[in-house]
């Protein structure tokens, strides 16, 4: 068994191609495939799914991810050590976040993690609700922080992801107070993808009572609402937002919250098939902890 076998295994299970993980090995497609099959018959077992499109990773494929990935870790954290002759190497932690918590929540969130563990490594991947799900599942990282509300179902066996409240936010529609016209009867909105976790949890805000009366102005796909607060700053309209990422500009007058507030709380799920011993550390220290930012 050669170490490239196991690289290129990992870098199978993130990108789901083997095109993508060939040009990224710098070998050919053909070669690639020959040298993941060459661990499968090592192991003698299949990992791959092939029959889909994209790739995905067997039964076998996913128990034996996080194995490859931590021998990997070690390996090159043992040959880093021996060629610096210096400390070990740090145990490292993966967590797939909403864009708004990864760049809020997260980093203050975090400190207080490492408060109790010591320093932990970490790797973090700022995506939308539906990637960061299938990051989880699919087992290529060990946590999933977001947002909860009652309105979006959460579509994870509560047995084999379990989750935490780690913190608590709200949902709030803002305008910018510069820009405010109070006669509007109705006001342009600044508008989420529908089908994004936010998208649906404004969606629900804007049925209840006393909500600002709205109508669609400007929709962002990508789900990020520090884009929509940008836009709310330049007067462009409404927008219902996490009030942990405008707590300055609230402060400061530039935006006026102009309804009811919607309560989210914030939630770390975990893989409970992945244990070592660094996610049981940091899951311990998490559930000790509910921090609102």
Not at 17 to 24: G, H, I, L, Q
Not at 104 to 125: A, I, K, M, N, Y
Not at 188 to 212: C, E, K
Not at 263 to 285: D, F, G, K, S
């Amino acid at each position: 068994m050669e170490l490239k076998w196991l690289e290129d295994f990992l870098s199978l299970a993130r990108t789901r191609s083997f095109s993508r993980s060939a040009s990224e090995r710098n070998v050919t497609q053909s070669a690639f495939s020959r040298r993941v099959k060459a661990l499968e018959q090592w192991l003698d077992v299949q990992l791959i799914d092939r029959s889909t499109y994209p790739t995905t990773l067997t039964d076998a494929g996913l128990q034996f991810l996080e194995t490859a990935e931590e021998t990997v870790r070690m390996l090159q954290t043992s040959r880093a050590a021996l060629q610096a002759k210096s400390r070990p190497g740090t145990q490292v932690i993966s967590i797939a976040a909403l864009h708004s918590l990864s760049l809020q929540f997260f980093p203050r969130w975090f400190h207080l993690v490492e408060e109790q563990t010591g320093f932990v490594g970490s790797r973090l991947l700022p995506d939308d609700f539906h990637n960061c799900i299938q990051a989880l599942v699919e087992g290529t990282y060990d946590f999933l922080l977001t947002y909860h509300h009652t309105s979006v179902t959460v579509p994870l066996d509560s047995t084999h992801y379990p989750h935490i409240i780690v913190g608590h936010d709200e949902l709030v529609p803002i305008l910018a107070a510069r820009y405010r016209v109070s006669d509007k009867a109705s006001n342009p909105l600044l508008s989420y993808a529908p089908n994004s976790f936010l998208g649906r949890v404004a969606m629900f805000a804007s049925s209840q009572p006393g909500a600002p009366q709205t109508y669609i102005a400007h929709t962002n796909e990508n789900a990020m609402a520090e884009a929509l607060k940008a836009m709310a700053v330049e007067g462009h309209g409404l927008a219902w937002l996490p009030k942990s990422i405008i707590s300055r500009e609230l402060s400061d007058g530039v935006l006026d919250i102009v309804g009811p507030a919607i309560p989210l709380e914030i939630r770390l799920y975990r893989n409970a098939r992945r244990m070592r011993q660094v996610v049981e550390t940091v899951w311990t220290a998490a559930s000790k902890i509910e921090f609102t930012p």
